[in-house]
């Protein structure tokens, strides 16, 4: 066993959807930081291009797509485009995530569809594109981002919170019907990140505060700090890890950390 490449990912082409901003540009930059080459997908084309831009300044090599998640025949065009350009798809990330903070009672329709539109049905279409690219070729590493809300959840946060729970069950079905062929499929599940997602916490700062104050840790994480748990998901170390959930949150969850925001 050569411990010293578990890590690395040389050779092998990662997809990550979402990879513009955040958590997904962190682990895009990551990901090919360690060897692998990089499709950078993108609901904002720009966004992407410019992450991609990132990794070939640093000497890496990847590709920018764009792609919204939330259409069904656009993720299938993106994991088509990819099929063509690489024979092999080794690591597929899918991070894209709304939210819409709002009691139940004040929860729209419009509302509902546009959370679940994204973060479920949109998650579902990437692992489901993966699944059929991955199952033939009998390998690979699947990696979807599910959060702290899957297990826990405050006042204004119920359809993100079932969005994401379900997430969780999907990765675990979908880890116990491609475990047979070879495919891993796992989550992480952040906890709070400064991300353009959570901008309207950050810019207040009682509430940055109160959540800080919530983890074991006492600050918040870094998109970074979420890059490093994905690169162990998707290489060779994580080789007997499926149907997990990572917990990357700080100790949250583990002091039970508790907040009502200002809704």
Not at 209 to 226: F, K, Q
Request: charged share 20%; aromatic share 6%; hydrophobic share 50%.
């Amino acid at each position: 066993m050569d411990y010293a490449r578990l890590f690395r990912l040389d050779g092998k082409v990662a997809l990550v959807v979402g990879g513009g901003s955040g958590i997904g540009r962190a682990a895009a930059r990551a990901l090919a930081a360690h060897g692998a080459r990089v499709v950078v997908a993108d609901l904002d084309p720009e966004a992407a291009r410019a992450t991609a831009d990132l990794i070939a300044a640093s000497g890496g090599a990847a590709d920018a797509e764009a792609v919204d998640v939330a259409r069904e025949e656009d993720v299938e065009r993106l994991f088509a485009a990819t099929a063509a350009r690489h024979p092999a798809l080794d690591v597929v990330l899918v991070t894209p995530g709304i939210n819409v903070r709002k009691p139940v009672l004040a929860y729209t329709a419009e509302d509902l569809e546009r959370v679940i539109a994204v973060n479920l049905k949109g998650t579902f279409y990437v692992l489901r594109a993966a699944a059929r690219r991955m199952g033939p070729q009998g390998s690979g590493s699947i990696i979807a981002c599910a959060s702290i809300r899957a297990l826990t959840v405050e006042p204004g946060q119920s359809v993100y919170s079932a969005t994401k729970a379900g997430i969780v069950q999907i990765v675990r079905t979908l880890a116990a019907e491609l475990g047979p062929r070879g495919v891993r499929v796992n989550a992480v599940a952040p906890g709070v990140v400064e991300t353009p997602l959570t901008r309207p916490i950050t810019a207040n700062a009682a509430w940055y505060s109160a959540y800080a104050e919530r983890s074991a840790l006492g600050r918040w994480a870094t998109a970074d700090e979420i890059a490093g748990p994905i690169v162990f998901l998707a290489s060779a170390a994580a080789s007997y890890v499926t149907g997990s959930v990572l917990l990357v949150d700080g100790g949250w969850t583990a002091i039970d950390g508790r907040f009502t925001p200002p809704l």
